[in-house]
Nanobody, 126 residues
């Protein structure tokens, strides 16, 4: 079956950086767009970033532009999220998700994605 497994989260201070990873199995990785979402306590899951099947056309939420970078390595079935200059409001569980490459539903909507990981916690302290 399809599995997405995130790692790399942790407890950091404001201004620090992390590199989140998500390894996929059970699917043809290069056939899927890969996205990152996050969910803070008491809030809805929100879009963070997405990258096309070939690593092109990354898109970001306005709140993370210039600080976060999404990338992928199809040979490793892995998508990354480099998160720099972390802020208190970045505290959340971060999820990766897979969306079929030729599915044209909006990439910002969680319901547009077919598969999800279990999440990795990022906690930013002052």
């Amino acid at each position: 079956q399809v599995q997405l497994v995130e790692s790399g989260g942790g407890l950091v201070q404001a201004g620090d950086s992390l590199r989140l990873s998500c390894v996929a199995s059970g699917l043809t990785f290069s056939h899927y767009k890969m996205g990152w979402f996050r969910q803070a306590p008491g809030k809805e899951r929100e879009f963070v970033a997405v990258v096309n099947w070939n690593g092109g056309s990354p898109n970001y939420a306005d709140s993370v532009k210039g600080r976060f970078t999404i990338s992928r390595d199809n040979a490793m079935n892995t998508v990354f999220l480099q998160v720099n200059n972390l802020k208190l409001e970045d505290t959340a569980v971060y999820y990766c998700a897979a969306k079929y490459a030729f599915d044209y539903r909006a990439y910002t909507r969680p319901t547009s994605y077919d598969y999800w990981g279990q999440g990795t916690q990022v906690t930013v302290s002052s």
